[in-house]
């Protein structure tokens, strides 16, 4: 029998492989379609969310514009009363620069203009018209006319263009809508500002109608308490008339032209108080309403979208996103048909990408085993997300107590802001490396140097994670110091070596030159020390070299510097000894003479006493064009020139320098012993009227020394102010003033009595009490003494000199600038100054009348002095021409040879109380 044919292959399993990838396709398509859907949903929403938004911004900004320039004409007003109340009058031509200078038109636009109105009673208003006429403005008048209880012109206004001229004049208490914010105004004592009125600057024109902001002005300039004080102290008040269409077209970059911006004059939307023209606005567009109270009035603000706006937003993108959605789908469920077919070659790709990471990793991870540096993983902020401690593990401590810090509290304090600096940096540039910083390791101090590197390149999206390499760099930290102190600090003693003080001179000699104060430089020189070297040995001497650094260093002032050049010998470097080459002798003289005291002390070493005194040279600088060598040689010089004369002495380069130090300071000795031997004597110059009436007198003091014979004050006064004698013998010369003023008035014989108070006893922190005591002490008139102080005075701190003479002034105290016109000679100060008189300096007067540039200056003081109401004292005055000169001129107050030589105070007096 036939066998059957071969049945044909079964499809069933390549039908079953085949069908299922494309339901998974098919229903993967489905579910992208309705997220699809889902997404534009929503997007439609989030559209119009954003509009909403963004029309809500526009309108914030809009009112808080239009608030904000009405806050710009209040503040205009306000500016415009404190003008009128601290000016006695306004004149015209002053109100109108005032007003020009705010530039109304740029800074304000909008502004018609500003404006005064008059409270004027009907007789006040004739006084007013005349006035006005009779100052060449024939039409000026006040208007509508009729008898009226009071009247409120508008007398200035500003810009005075011909459409505001058009309103001067005119009486605003006519109009009642103005006469209600008036009134207003008076009584609250704010701005308050009408409803629309008609302005009749634009009489005639279309959109005349206005707004007027008015500000009260009172009496005193301060607003009074009660109502009934407000209304009696009423002056007037400063106007603002502006047009709305003006203060809108002022507003034109502030505001949005696709929203329409209508205002009414009330709480509500009424179409009769809309003070903007009407706009066609779309039903249902956006809106927004806001409520505004501008001079005591409610606005309502209401913005509508116009259609540009609703353009700006027009949603063009929701067809496309579905569009576009389809196609994602459908392409998406296409390539996961793809995918499921190939998902064996996925896997065998991912192991083949698994086994090569591992690779990787187990390469870098040998790699970072093999770095000596200590390693940091740091998130943005600089925290330490991992530690390593390096193939040396050289901190041997847990990771915990790094990981989970700010790198910047690893580090320290000190180091801190440099650190983070550093992370700064690399986060910019990629990469940072050289700052080096110190840890404690296990009580020992460790230097390291940082290295950062920003992982991977920039984003864009903020701050990255970094890599942070530290390494030790404690030996090298080490050998740098050993080297710096080798190279510049002596190895015996530890002070500053030649070439540290050859480096700190140049510093030094450059800022004496800058701030125009003197230095010194002392080169000090152990006498016989070659001696006890030789004798003792070397470690005696070493251990004398460290006692003398020792002493040395307890002198030392901050900023001085102390170096030892070798040997025995050693310098100090002085700095801003003083200003002027005198002063600063002196005292580098007190500070070579305090080293001289204590190396003269004998030292004890290993239960010996030994004495060593030391030679000084001392040079000052700057002078010309020395440099630090030449410093050096100078102050050598002078040390050996101290030894050439016995040793254990100072002397200066400059030898005029070393006789004038010497001078000085036996001068000072003398003066001091003069104060308690009562060798300083009070004399007085007589001052006189141009007709020769005694006025008073001027208090001097001489000094007639057994010895040195009479000591002109010009040699004594400066050494009394350096030394700070002068506070004593100026509270002696103030005594004996006070003590004669109180003779005369017991005899009613009183005259003023001129007393010289210089600069540092004026500045005492008790001054002004030492003159009340002296005052209630001696009962002497306080309106009869005068205190003489030079312009000097009034350099440094300007108030504080003018508080302390107020208080002096209001004890009765007089002041007078003595020698006026060789010092500051600033009009400034003389305005602030409560002063009494000047004096003319003996050098402008003792060329008069024949030199004219002399004269010029003499009649100039007497002018200006007269303008401020001062009394002038001409000193010096010795010839009759002098005199005559000086009297035409109108001078106060005469004091020289011609009329009086200085003779003592108590014959002085004597002769008075007898006269």
């Known amino acids: 029998m036939p066998k059957p044919p071969p049945s044909p292959p079964s499809t069933a399993p390549l039908a079953q492989g085949w069908r299922k990838p494309v339901w998974v396709a098919c229903g993967l398509t489905l579910f992208l379609l309705g997220l699809t859907a889902l997404y534009w949903h929503t997007e439609r929403l989030a559209h119009q969310y954003r509009k909403q938004q963004a029309f809500q911004v526009a309108v914030d900004r809009i009112a808080f514009s239009f608030k ?16 009128h109340d601290g000016s006695e009058q306004i004149d015209v031509r002053e109100f109108q620069a005032y007003v020009t200078a705010l530039n109304l038109q740029d800074t304000v636009p909008g502004l018609q203009g500003i404006a005064y109105v008059k409270r004027l009673s009907p007789q006040q208003a004739r006084d007013h018209v005349q006035q006005l006429q009779a100052q060449g403005n024939a039409w000026y008048r006040i208007w509508p006319e009729g008898e009226r209880f009071e009247y409120f012109p508008i007398t200035h206004i500003e810009p005075a263009d011909d459409v505001n001229q058009l309103v001067l004049g005119f009486d605003v ?111 249902g567009a956006l809106e927004e309403i806001r409520w505004f109270e501008p001079g005591g009035r409610q606005w309502t603000l209401v913005m509508r979208a116009l259609p540009g706006f609703e353009a700006r937003w027009r949603d063009t993108g929701a067809a496309l996103v579905a569009l576009m959605g389809v196609v994602l789908s459908l392409l998406v469920g296409g390539l996961t048909w793809v995918l499921a077919t190939a998902r064996d070659r996925a896997m065998a790709l991912a192991m083949d990408m698994t086994e090569s990471l591992r690779s990787t990793r187990d390469e870098l991870q040998s790699t970072l085993n093999a770095i000596p540096d200590l390693l940091f993983e740091l998130d943005p902020q600089g925290r330490i997300e991992r530690y390593r ?79 942070a390499l530290s390494r030790d760099i404690t030996d090298r930290k080490l050998s740098e110091a050993r080297t710096h102190q080798l190279a510049y600090f002596d190895t015996l003693t530890g002070l500053a070596n030649r070439r540290m003080l050859l480096d700190r001179l140049d510093n030094a000699l450059a800022w004496a030159r800058k701030s125009h104060e003197v230095g010194a430089l002392l080169f000090i020189d152990l006498d016989n020390f ?102 050096l040689r100078e102050a050598d010089t002078a040390m050996y020139r101290a030894k050439d004369l016995g040793r254990n002495r100072i002397c200066f380069y400059e030898a005029a320098m070393q006789a004038d130090v010497q001078e000085r300071m036996a001068l000072e000795q003398d003066l001091k012993k003069a104060m308690a031997a009562g060798e300083l004597a009070a004399y007085l110059q007589p001052q006189v009227a141009p007709d020769a009436t005694l006025l008073g007198g001027e208090l001097l003091m001489r000094w007639s020394h057994p010895v040195r014979g009479n000591v002109p004050p010009s040699r004594f006064i400066p050494v009394a102010e350096s030394s700070g004698l002068i506070l004593r013998m100026g509270d002696w010369m103030l005594q004996q003033a006070c003590e004669a003023l109180a003779q005369m008035q017991s005899a009613q014989r009183l005259v003023s009595l001129s007393v010289n108070v210089s600069q540092r006893q004026f500045r005492q922190d008790d001054f002004v009490e030492r003159v009340r005591a002296m005052l209630e002490l001696t009962g002497a008139p306080a309106e009869y003494l005068i205190l003489e102080v030079t312009e000097s005075l009034l350099i440094e701190d300007l108030d504080h000199t003018i508080a302390r ?20 000679s600033s009009l400034a100060y003389l305005k602030r100054l409560p002063l009494y008189e000047l004096k003319i300096d003996r050098s402008f007067v003792q060329d008069t009348p024949d030199d004219p540039n002399d004269t010029a200056i003499v009649q100039s003081i007497l002018s200006m002095a007269g303008h ?8 010096g005055v010795e010839t ?31 002769r008075h109380l007898a006269s």
């Not at 003479?805 to 500051?824: A, N, P, Q």
């Not at 401020?868 to 000193?875: D, I, N, S, T």
Request: hydrophobic content about 45%.
């Open 173 to 283: 208490g006519t109009v009642a809508q103005e006469v209600e914010a008036l009134e207003r105004a008076r009584d609250t004592g704010e701005l308050a500002l009408t409803a629309a009125v008609p302005l009749l600057q634009f009489a005639g024109v279309p959109q005349a109608k206005g707004m007027v902001l008015y500000l009260p002005l009172y009496r005193g300039g301060a607003m009074p308490e009660t109502l009934a004080q407000r209304r009696d102290r009423l002056e007037g008040w400063v106007a603002a008339p502006f047009r709305m269409q003006d203060l809108l077209q002022g507003m034109r970059q502030q505001l949005d032209k696709d929203i329409d911006l209508a205002i009414y004059d009330g709480p509500v939307v009424d179409a009769a108080v809309r003070l903007t023209p009407a706009v066609d606005v779309p039903e």
């Open 880 to 910: 009759r021409a002098q005199a005559d000169f000086l009297t035409a001129s109108r001078c106060d107050c005469l004091q020289g040879y011609l009329f009086g030589r200085p003779e003592p105070l108590g014959g002085w007096l004597q």
């Open 68 to 83: 904000s320039r009405m806050d710009t004409y209040k503040m205009v007003l306000r500016g415009v009363k404190g003008y």
């Open 530 to 631: 070659k001696q006890i070297n030789d004798a003792r040995g070397h470690r005696l001497g070493d251990a004398l070299l460290l006692e003398v650094a020792r002493r040395l260093e307890a002198l030392l002032r901050a900023g001085d510097t102390l170096a030892r050049l070798g040997g025995d010998e050693f310098v100090l470097l002085l700095n801003d000894l003083a200003p002027d080459m005198e002063n600063a002798g002196r005292v580098a003289l007190l500070a070579g003479d305090q080293v001289r005291t204590a190396l003269e002390a004998p030292y004890g070493i290993e239960a010996h006493s030994y004495s060593s005194t030391a030679s000084i040279g001392i040079t000052l600088f700057p002078k010309h064009a020395e440099g630090v060598e030449d410093l």
């Open 389 to 467: 401690p390096g193939g040396a593990d050289m901190l041997h401590v847990p990771a915990d107590m790094f990981e989970g810090r700010l790198l910047q509290d690893v580090v320290g304090p000190q180091a801190a802001a440099g650190c983070s600096a550093a992370l700064e940096a690399a986060q910019s540039t990629g990469h940072v490396s050289g700052y080096p910083f110190s840890l404690d390791v296990g009580g020992q101090k460790r230097w390291f140097e940082l290295s950062l590197a920003r992982k991977g390149e920039p984003t864009g999206a903020g701050a990255q994670h970094m890599v």
């Open 868 to 875: 401020l109401g001062l009394r002038v004292v001409a000193e």
């Open 805 to 824: 003479m107020t208080e002096l002034v209001h004890m009765g105290v007089r002041f007078s600038i003595d020698d006026f016109g060789t010092g500051y």
